[in-house]
């Protein structure tokens, strides 16, 4: 299994961007998506997630309201939408993959997920 993520860069405040997650060796269906992030000197923290079977979803309170996860079945791809970018959004962002389903109040847990990839840098900056 593999996941590559692409999409960073460098935005400025109030900017958008798209991030993909392009998984091979897992299907998506019937197995939860998550993003997660890790900015300069802190501990990697969850951002979004997703559970194909269903389409449940579950994110951070500090980005609700300005990410979107969603996917395509056809590309087994997860993307991230980020709207409203903040300098505090400033990180590495990785994807993760389940090989199962969550519940969705365990989307959040770092240790529920089997697959990682290798992240990309988003830079929020003027």
């Known amino acids: 299994v593999q996941l590559q993520a692409s999409g960073g860069g460098l935005v400025q405040p109030g900017g958008s961007l798209r991030l993909s997650c392009a998984i091979s060796g897992l299907a998506l269906e019937k197995n939860n998506i998550g993003w997660f992030r890790q900015a300069p000197g802190k501990e990697r923290e969850f951002v979004a997630g997703i559970r194909w079977n269903g389409g449940s979803t579950r994110y951070a309170d500090s980005v609700k309201g300005r990410f979107t996860i969603s996917g395509d079945n056809a590309k087994n791809t997860v993307y991230l939408q980020m709207n409203s970018l903040e300098p505090e959004d400033t990180a590495i962002y990785y994807c993760?993959?389940?090989?199962?389903?969550?519940?969705?109040?365990?989307?959040?847990?770092?240790?529920?997920?089997?697959?990682w990839g290798q992240g990309t840098l988003v830079t929020v900056s003027s």
């Open positions: 993760a993959a389940r090989r199962g389903l969550l519940i969705t109040s365990t989307m959040g847990h770092q240790d529920n997920y089997d697959y």
